[in-house]
């Protein structure tokens, strides 16, 4: 099973950007965390960032018959890009979105999810165990669906 975990703006920057909000965990401390998971399970994955938003918009196209499966951290182009909820839906995978922080009680702005509206699932508020939460649920989904 491949899976391509694909995150937006500023995650890059985990551990430094907000700790309060976000953690003290660096973006390669994650990645690291997450792989390991993912060996454990027997499961490929690709972990990409960009701060660009065509760049997602690519990352999203290029899983299409590459990957089984997408986690999305769109980041701040949540709550602003149609252009990446296009793709996701183009694409026609299993996606789930994740945010580290529970935008649900953030500000206002937050509280808009264009991509929510192509995924299978969101997990907003617990850390970077999000992502690893992502990859259970995937795997569970993709064997329901008879697509493991």
Known sequence: MQIRVINGPNINMLGIREPEIYGKTGYEDLCAKLRE??????????????????????MIQEAYGKSDAIIINPGAYTHTSIAILDAAKAVGLPVVEVHI???????????????RQACVHTIMGHGISGYLEAVDFLMEYLKQAGRE
């Not at 060996?39 to 938003?53: A, G, K, R, W």
């Not at 922080?101 to 991509?115: G, N």
């Open 37 to 58: 998971h993912a060996q454990t399970l027997s499961v490929d994955l690709e972990i990409l960032q960009s701060n660009h938003e065509g760049d997602l918009v690519d």
């Open 101 to 115: 922080s529970d935008v649900s009680v953030r500000e206002d702005f937050r509280q808009i999810s264009y991509i």
